[in-house]
T-cell receptor
Framework: EPEVTQTPSHQVTQMGQEVILRCVPISNHLYFYWYRQILGQKVEFLVSFYNNEISEKSEIFDDQFSVERPDGSNFTLKIRSTKLEDSAMYFC?????????????FGPGTRLTVL | AQSVTQLGSHVSVSEGALVLLRCNYSSSVPPYLFWYVQYPNQGLQLLLKYTTGATLVKGINGFEAEFKKSETSFHLTKPSAHMSDAAEYFCAVRGGYNKLIFGAGTRLAVHP
């Protein structure tokens, strides 16, 4: 069964460093998303991406964040200069259409720890 | 704007007992509602969804949920809990540009 994969599963970095979180969405999907979950808190939407551009971003997704689909398979989230408060689980998701009934398939997440 | 409230951050039931996880939503448009489950160290898996039509929705693993517009609720139920149901459950509503807006989650514990 096709699935969304994410690497690495756990990333530890120093404050101020750049990190890139990688995702491989399901191959025929066109819509891509990043969410994050700070420990003990709810899952929050960060950004949606379609046709090589951002569709919507939340207020969390400031200038320190960027997304890219560098090739036909990967979808990346970059944090330019990490802060302590960026420590969270980051989930990638994809769907095959923009229709409101379409299911988003989630990856297993990358746990980011900023020291 | 849409939002979701899940009542009860922790629910504990005995194996074989009824599972009831509560979700209330707020939406200015007809809502599309979802329940996701997260097992330890795994991603979110869709249990069921309500878009339009029948208000009682059946999902995987014996779960179902009923959309009640008058009560703005979408509670998740399972008649008989199994040990393997122990997980965290998230209710979500579809927002603009198809993003999901999640509740805070309910951790379900099942004891023998």
């Amino acid at each position: 069964e096709p699935e969304v994969t994410q690497t690495p599963s756990h990333q530890v970095t120093q404050m101020g460093q750049e990190v890139i979180l990688r995702c491989v969405p399901i191959s025929n999907h066109l819509y891509f998303y990043w969410y994050r979950q700070i420990l003990g808190q709810k899952v929050e939407f960060l950004v949606s991406f379609y046709n090589n551009e951002i569709s919507e971003k939340s207020e969390i997704f400031d200038d320190q964040f960027s997304v890219e689909r560098p090739d036909g398979s990967n979808f990346t989230l970059k944090i330019r200069s990490t802060k302590l408060e960026d420590s969270a689980m980051y989930f990638c998701a994809s769907s095959d259409g923009g229709g409101t009934g379409n299911e988003q398939f989630f990856g297993p997440g990358t746990r980011l720890t900023v020291l | 704007a849409q939002s979701v409230t899940q009542l009860g951050s922790h629910v504990s039931v005995s194996e074989g007992a009824l599972v009831l996880l509560r979700c209330n939503y707020s939406s200015s448009v007809p809502p599309y509602l979802f329940w996701y489950v997260q097992y330890p160290n795994q991603g979110l898996q869709l249990l069921l969804k309500y878009t339009t039509g029948a208000t009682l929705v059946k999902g995987i693993n014996g779960f179902e949920a009923e959309f009640k517009k008058s009560e703005t609720s979408f509670h998740l139920t399972k008649p008989s809990a199994h040990m393997s149901d122990a997980a965290e459950y998230f209710c979500a509503v579809r927002g603009g540009y198809n993003k999901l807006i999640f509740g805070a989650g309910t951790r379900l514990a099942v004891h023998p």
